[in-house]
Nanobody, 124 residues
Framework: QEQLVESGGGLVQAGGSLRLSCAAS????????MGWFRQAPGKEREFVAT????????YYADSVKGRFTISRDNALNTVYLQMSSLKPEDTAVYYC?????????????????WGQGTQVTVSS
């Protein structure tokens, strides 16, 4: 059964950086589109970034473009989210998501598998 486990969250000051990791228990990881979403308190979950199976295609929400970078290591079955220049409004639970397929997906209902989430808190 496919499982996704996020790690790397924590407390950081505004302007700082964090790298989130998502380890996937998937036999054919390179055939999976992967994405990151986040949910702030009192708000709906929103798209952050997505990456294609071979890592050649990426897409970002406007709110994180230029500050966040999504990448993957298919040999390690892991997808990363490098977050820089963090702002207090980036505070949220960050979720990793995946589905088998080609291309990229930025909509929540496009994903079949989800991790449990990792908390990121950015202090001002």
């Amino acid at each position: 059964q496919e499982q996704l486990v996020e790690s790397g969250g924590g407390l950081v000051q505004a302007g700082g950086s964090l790298r989130l990791s998502c380890a996937a228990s998937i036999h054919t990881f390179d055939t999976y589109i992967m994405g990151w979403f986040r949910q702030a308190p009192g708000k709906e979950r929103e798209f952050v970034a997505t990456i294609g199976g071979n890592g050649g295609i990426t897409y970002y929400a406007d709110s994180v473009k230029g500050r966040f970078t999504i990448s993957r290591d298919n040999a390690l079955n892991t997808v990363y989210l490098q977050m820089s220049s963090l702002k207090p409004e980036d505070t949220a639970v960050y979720y990793c998501a995946g589905r088998r397929g080609f291309g990229i997906i930025s909509t929540e209902d496009g994903y079949a598998y989800w991790g449990q989430g990792t908390q990121v808190t950015v202090s001002s």
